[in-house]
């Protein structure tokens, strides 16, 4: 057998999307995955959201990223035919006097009007407490998760380069000119396991901050609008009398254990955002870990004893809306040396954080 040019460790958002853009170049790949174990991309939200935080700026890299990962899961859906990409707008209801002022001020920002729609006054949706008022976001989206990483896992099986299995990192054999895992070559190996990268032993080093969340799917017969509202949670409608709403954050328990009381304060959310008449049962109830980063950037680039590792990762809380682009950039840079985006280069962090194992 030839020699592969790239293994893929993970098939999360980020190794499928790597997988994707590199296959689309003509290169010969391999996906390792362990069948989603404990994998945040099927518990994501999945929304592609421009203007995030308390502070209400413009997300990382938002104006490049999420334009191009709409073309990008729109392109892909049509090839597959498959049905998970959905344009929608976010309902921003405000919680304050104090929030409203902001998003006006936010709104009058050069850069951030098209983002953000005109104002809704106090009650213009009967079946939500908007007694603040709210405003549109535009340029959103939705991915719907399971259904992407299906589509994408038929799309890898059908062109039989996955293999589903835990990929062990003892026998990857780095002696010879070319890398050897279980009978197979590659002239390099790209790790994407998500907030699992703890395990590596090659990209370990690097300054992970991982925050696991949860999220709750109701069975509700409520009628409230398509648009995934925001009120210091988020609830969306995902289905036919079915909404999820999100999601916690914690920084200590890194499990993907569903929890008492991540599930007292989504439903907290939930009773403060759907009518109170119209009653709901929790369907489902879910949790994963993000791999967010110290420095909120995700980690780019080669192993600095040895270029043929390599490190896809870090995506943190925006793993939908940021993979897309940034294969197709790290792609660049692996293909035709091109630079990593400096912030994303994990460069940066040498000096500071790896200790030589020679
Ligand atoms: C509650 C919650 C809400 C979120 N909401 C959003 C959102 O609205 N929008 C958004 O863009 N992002 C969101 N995210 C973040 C998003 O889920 C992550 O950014 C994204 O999943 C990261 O992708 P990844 O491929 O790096 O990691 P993962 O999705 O964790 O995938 C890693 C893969 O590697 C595999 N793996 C790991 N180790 C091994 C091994 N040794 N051998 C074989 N396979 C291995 C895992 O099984 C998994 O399949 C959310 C996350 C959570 C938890």
Redesign the pocket.
């Known amino acids: 057998m030839d020699a592969l040019d790239y293994i893929i ?7 499928s999307c790597m997988a994707r853009e590199l296959i689309s170049r003509g290169r010969k790949i391999l996906i ?3 069948s ?6 099927l ?6 959201n421009p203007i995030t935080g308390q502070r209400l700026v413009k997300s990382w890299r938002s104006e490049a990223a999420h334009p191009y990962a709409k073309k990008f899961y729109r392109g892909l859906e049509k090839e597959l035919g498959a049905d998970f990409f959905h344009d929608r707008k976010i309902l921003q209801l405000c919680k304050s006097a104090e929030e409203r002022e902001l998003w006006l001020s936010r709104r009058h920002d050069v850069g951030y009007a098209e983002f953000i729609g005109v104002e809704n006054p106090p009650r213009s949706f009967e079946n939500l407490n908007d007694s603040f008022g709210s405003f549109f976001i535009e340029r959103s989206a939705w991915v719907e998760p399971q259904a992407a990483m299906d589509a994408f896992k038929k799309y890898f099986s059908k062109l039989g380069v996955i293999r589903f299995e ?2 062990d990192y003892g026998r990857l054999d780095l002696s010879k000119n070319l890398l050897q895992y279980s009978g197979v070559s590659a002239k390099k190996i790209i790790f ?5 990268t703890q ?1 590596n032993p090659f990209f370990s080093w690097l300054p992970m901050r991982p925050a696991k ?3 709750l799917t109701l069975k509700s017969s409520a009628d409230i609008s398509n648009h995934i509202i925001h009120r210091g949670g988020w609830i969306m409608k995902c289905g036919e009398n079915l909404f999820r709403v ?2 916690t954050w914690d920084r200590e328990n890194l499990n993907s254990s569903p929890t008492a009381a991540a599930q007292n304060e989504l439903l907290a959310i939930a009773k403060n955002m759907l009518p109170a008449e119209s009653g709901f049962k929790i369907a489902a109830h879910s949790a ?4 967010c980063t110290a420095t909120t950037r995700p980690h780019l680039g080669s192993h600095p004893e040895d270029p043929r590792l390599l490190s896809f ?1 870090g ?7 940021l ?1 897309p682009y940034f294969a197709r950039h790290f792609a660049d840079h692996l293909e035709n040396a091109s630079p990593i985006d400096p912030e994303a280069d994990l460069k940066r962090h040498v000096k500071k954080f790896f200790k030589s194992r020679y």
């Open positions: 460790v993970g098939q999360g958002i980020a190794g390792i995955d362990n989603w174990k404990d994998a945040a991309c518990v994501a939200a999945g929304v592609i835990n990929f994407c396991e998500g907030w699992q395990n969340g949860e999220i999100g999601s994963g870990v993000r791999p990762n995506f943190g809380s925006k793993g939908y809306a993979s």
